[in-house]
């Protein structure tokens, strides 16, 4: 704050620095109206009190102790409001902002690495850190191309009943021209990622033989990757868990046009469309009502109710939410 002082012989403005100082106005006419009035509330309540402590039961009279004890008088809480003011503000300065808390969230969830300024969603997940290209080079593809029929696509795969897997690999197959083999790899990589979280059970996880006979033969280096990936010595965690859905959903958006129908997604893991939903929204997609071409196009039979996940740019992430008071 500063106080100018005009001059009217100089035509000029001196500004001096000034401390705040607080003003209240006070109405003259009203003033000793107010003052008689609260003196005589004053007189008649301690006059009252007076009696409850003389002839009252112990329990007003212990009401009324309690009443003196914990009154507090205007005036002093006038004095001690620019205290008040200053504690907040110490109480307050520190406390994170939602940006920094979402960030501080993002550290926790289990989702691959991602960018945020991505300008498609090809750019925004790190593929190699959920899928190395030496991992892809290392997935067998070559007894899949021989076949071109569902039940011998089937017997080859560590998790065949799939459908948007078995699909998926009997489309590229049966089409004529030059194989995408990157999608192949990519296709038969999230059936192994299906098998090792839904027939992997955890007293198997360090049980090396057992794993190779549930994957189906899989190479040592993918096996030796999910390890490392999704467990913690060997343990899988909650978090782990949804560490690998969260991964297998980026491959298998990568592979659908970044449009994923939740329905047949959870039934072929046979999880609940709301976890679905839940960790699709955590990775940062849009959900939207099904239209009749993604009906139509569907690999089972869908409800007309039924609702897709799109990884959409710029990425955004689900608000915190903040709690009302019960």
């Not at 008088?73 to 006038?78: A, D, I, K, S, V």
């Amino acid at each position: 704050y500063i106080v100018g002082v005009y001059s009217k012989k100089d035509n000029s403005l001196t500004v001096t620095p000034a401390p705040v100082i607080r003003m209240t106005r006070t109405v003259k006419a009203l003033s000793n109206e107010n003052i008689s009035t609260k003196t005589a509330s004053n007189a008649f309540g301690a006059a009252r009190a007076a009696l409850g402590l003389a002839f009252g039961t112990s329990k007003a009279q212990q009401d009324l102790r309690n009443e003196e004890r914990n009154k507090v008088e205007g005036e002093e809480l006038e004095s001690m409001m620019d205290i008040m003011h200053n504690e907040i503000s110490k109480a307050t300065k520190n406390t994170p902002t939602q940006a920094s808390l979402r960030k501080e969230m993002a550290k926790d969830l289990p989702i691959p690495p991602h960018d945020i300024n991505a300008e498609s969603p090809e750019k925004v997940y790190d593929m190699e850190a959920i899928v190395s290209e030496e991992e892809l080079n290392a997935t067998p593809i070559k007894d899949l191309l021989k076949e071109n029929t569902l039940e011998a696509i089937q017997t080859l795969l560590p998790y065949n009943t799939s459908d948007f897997v078995n699909n998926r690999l009997l489309s590229i197959l049966k089409s004529s021209g030059k194989k995408d083999r990157k999608k192949l790899r990519t296709l038969v990589y999230i059936s192994y990622l299906m098998a090792y979280l839904c027939r992997v059970r955890s007293d198997d996880l360090n049980k090396r033989s057992k794993l190779e006979v549930i994957l189906k033969g899989a190479p040592s280096l993918l096996i030796d990757k999910m390890t490392e990936r999704y467990t913690i010595s060997n343990v899988r965690t909650p978090l782990m868990a949804d560490k690998i859905l969260c991964y297998m959903f980026v491959l298998c958006l990568a592979v659908a046009d970044y449009t994923l129908l939740i329905p047949g997604i959870s039934k072929d893991l046979s999880i609940k469309p709301s976890k679905t939903t839940t960790l699709l929204r955590n990775l940062g997609c849009k959900i939207e009502p099904c239209n009749a071409e993604d009906l139509k196009n569907a690999d089972t039979k869908l409800s007309a109710s039924a609702k897709k996940a799109v990884l959409v740019v710029p990425l955004t992430f689900p608000e915190i939410r903040k709690f009302a008071r019960k």
